[in-house]
């Protein structure tokens, strides 16, 4: 089967093993569950089985596996074929239940040749059954569409929805129009990605010949990320697997984080109740990380309950403790990790790339964004959008940009039906056309339209009522703009312009879009502070640049950031984990869940921490400005259950600065050659940091009277300018 150099390279390979390795690799026979803790190489212990079962005679076309992404399964694929030279078939569950459906779906009355429909698809079906309702929102159709995706994914069908759990108008209206959306789905031969899944169980369900069929093609079935299943994906491989119970599952209960998106960590805690007999081997070597590292992370996970025991343990050494750092603010916490990662860079000559930033939102990336902009570093953010290049912060920055200048097409053309006014495109280029013809800005054409003057087309009564609406509220809003601060003026837009009433389209975002224009607000605030001439100008100004600045890709080399869901199944040299603050991580939402909801970010922060390789950082702060105002945080409950003797308390060096400021000078954050605010003196510049009778005190030159005081720092309230 294998040539001489196969052979060597098996051999090679087998003896780089562990002994737990091995016997998940020559288990043969019978159900067999690997829990693979992180760092513990169990991609290369299901693709080693496979190639062990083939060298033992199993023909490759009789092993099915089955992964959840498609770089996973095309690595996997890959491997195997350039140690056996044969095909397996290797594939998300999705691919799988595609293919399946190809081959057999014409026994559930559809035709083989149907099409897979993609979101905007379901979502515009939604709609027209909406439509005889009278329904005609659009936001309707996207949580009818998640309620219908739902129950697929918990194997529910239209006839057995539980109606008592339905309180709302929109979900009462639900069982309707699922049923309704299955048979058009049906009489249309299509399917959507959803279906791949849950047709393929009522196929086996409902036809056991076709079931056996299958059953009898794969006798041996092999299961990675088991703890990220969910109903329908577990009712489909049991169904697969009745027949042989060769079934082998690898995942990790410790990893399961992904509840929300409808995974079942029930799944892998019962694999044995589920499979009589299981063989349950456990990977506890750790291959990515230092004991340091691994020890607070043991100590961390044990606190859940729900959960197999297990110890993670490391041959690369203590390593460095895990650095903990208590900073002012999120400014404060921001220029720490700047500080880490030029060091890193410029004196251990660390690439960016192997460096990152996680974060438990979305909205916290936008104060490391301006930094690292202004440092010139170069980033990227991982599975998500660059703050400035969010729909919503470009949707308002949108309507300010017409606020102080109502010239600019492309702003009017992207607001002027947001929230929906029955004003389509046709009408857009009617009015832009006639505005140029005219020789007026877009926006005072539009003025003189809804003044009552007559244009040269005809326009509806309904376009013009949306048109004198959205006029009347820029009008509205120019007026607020002379006499309001620029924070308070980010916040009457997002009101006047009922810009809520467009998060509300897509409840599943919502929360994070509105934490985004909070941290907007916030960001107008911290520009008032500057006191600056012309504050709306140079505030569209310079994020209109820092947008520009996004788009640019001048290097491969560049810092990642990214939530921590977005970065399983990936490891770092250097990790910071900030924010570490009740109600940011643990985030606030999982007090509504009880002891399940705080198990999942004990297991999310579990998951940062094994992602580091070397060394990790991870920052807190006792002020942060959140929901429009700053506000003292506590601690998260996960550092407090850290062991001492694995953290080290990180303070600044204040060497440079020819004084030893402490814990006073650690947290004030202010230092010499700082520009910072005074409220009665204005704008100044640090020239000493010093110790006084009274403690930690400064002297500042300020501009408006060219004096230099000297002011106590528990009293001055300074805010340090960026």
């Not at 899944?197 to 990320?225: A, G, H, I, T």
């Not at 900073?327 to 880490?340: F, G, I, P, T």
Request: hydrophobic letters at 40%; a negative charge; glycine letters at 6%.
């Amino acid at each position: 089967m294998f040539d001489e150099m196969d052979q060597n390279l098996m051999m090679t390979q087998s003896d780089l093993l562990n002994p737990e390795q091995k016997a998940a690799i020559e288990h043969f026979e019978g159900p067999l569950l690997v829990l693979a803790g992180a760092g513990s190489g169990k991609t290369r212990v299901v693709t080693h089985r496979i190639v062990n079962l083939i060298e033992m005679g199993i023909p490759a076309s009789d092993i099915l596996a089955v992964t959840f992404t498609n770089k996973a399964a095309g690595e996997m694929k890959e491997r195997v074929l350039s140690l056996t030279h044969s095909k397996v078939m290797i594939s998300t569950f999705h691919s799988l239940g595609a293919k399946i459906l190809r081959e057999s779906i014409t026994a559930l009355g559809y035709s083989s040749d149907f099409t897979i429909y993609d979101q905007e698809d379901v979502i515009k079906l939604v709609k027209s059954l909406l439509l005889p309702l009278g329904v005609k929102e659009k936001g309707e159709a996207k949580q009818i569409h998640s309620l219908i995706s739902r129950h697929k994914n918990d194997f529910i069908a239209p006839s057995e929805v539980n109606h008592s759990e339905l309180t709302t108008e929109t979900e009462m209206r639900f069982p309707e129009v699922y049923a309704q959306y299955q048979a058009k789905l049906k009489e249309y031969n299509a399917v959507d990605f959803d279906d791949l899944l849950y047709l393929v169980v009522r196929l086996f369900r409902e036809c056991p010949e076709v079931l056996e069929k299958y059953q009898r093609r794969w006798s041996f079935v092999l299961v990675d990320e088991y703890q990220d299943t969910n109903v329908v994906q577990y009712m489909m491989i049991r169904c697969l697997v009745e027949r042989t119970g060769n079934l082998m599952v690898v995942g990790d209960p410790d990893q399961s984080i992904y509840s929300w998106r409808g995974a079942n960590i029930n799944n892998i805690l019962n694999f044995e109740r589920d499979y009589a007999g299981a063989k349950v081997i456990q990977l506890e070597q750790n291959y990515r990380s230092t004991e340091h590292i691994l020890s607070a992370a043991n100590s961390l996970i044990r606190r859940n309950g729900h959960r197999y025991e297990k110890h993670l343990w490391s041959d690369l050494g203590a390593g460095e403790k895990i650095c903990l750092y208590q900073a002012q603010n999120e400014h404060d916490e921001a220029d720490y990790v700047l500080k880490q990662i030029k060091y890193f860079s410029l004196k251990k000559s660390m690439a960016y790339k192997d460096m990152v930033i996680f974060y438990r939102t979305n909205f916290q990336s936008r104060v490391f964004e301006d930094k690292l902009i202004r440092a010139q570093i170069p980033y990227v953010i991982v599975g998500g959008v660059s703050f400035y290049q969010r729909r919503e912060i470009k949707d308002i920055l949108a309507y300010l940009r017409l606020v102080h200048s109502g010239t600019d097409f492309l702003s009017f053309e992207r607001t002027v039906n947001m929230p929906k006014r029955g004003i389509g495109p046709a009408t857009i280029d009617k009015i832009r056309l006639a505005s140029i013809e005219a020789q007026m800005p877009i926006v005072e054409y539009c003025e003189w339209l809804v003044s009552g003057s007559k244009p040269a087309f005809k326009i509806s009564a309904k376009v013009m009522s949306g048109l004198t609406e959205y006029i009347g509220a820029i009008r509205n809003l120019r007026a607020l703009s002379k006499t309001l601060s620029l924070a308070e003026l980010v916040v009457q837009t997002i009101e006047k312009v009922r810009y809520e009433s467009v998060l509300r389209l897509d409840m599943e975002t919502f929360e994070d879009r509105k934490a985004n224009l909070d941290q907007l607000v916030t960001k107008a605030a911290e520009w008032d502070s500057l006191d600056q001439e012309k504050q709306l100008e140079s505030f569209l100004q310079e994020l209109t640049l820092k947008t520009d600045l996004d788009q640019v890709d001048d290097a491969h080399d560049r810092l990642n950031l990214m939530t921590i869901h977005n970065g399983k199944g990936l490891e770092f040299p250097l990790v910071f984990m900030v924010g570490m603050e009740e109600d940011l991580f643990p985030h606030a939402n999982s007090r509504r869940g009880g002891e399940e909801a705080l198990e999942e970010e004990r297991r999310l922060c579990y998951v940062g921490i094994t992602r580091a390789k070397q060394q990790l950082f991870m920052t807190h702060a006792d002020y942060r400005f959140l929901w429009g105002s700053s506000r003292s945080m506590r601690k998260s409950r996960f550092l407090r259950e850290l062991p001492a003797e694995h953290i080290e308390e990180e303070e600044e060096s204040y060497e440079e600065y020819g004084v030893d400021l402490g814990e006073e000078g650690l947290l004030a954050g202010i230092f010499e050659g700082d520009m910072v605010f005074h409220k009665e003196f204005g704008i100044g510049e640090v020239q000493k940091v010093f110790k006084g009778s009274l403690g930690l005190s400064y002297e500042v030159y300020f501009q408006n009277d060219s004096s230099i005081r000297t002011l106590v720092a528990k009293y001055a309230k300074l805010r340090r300018l960026d």
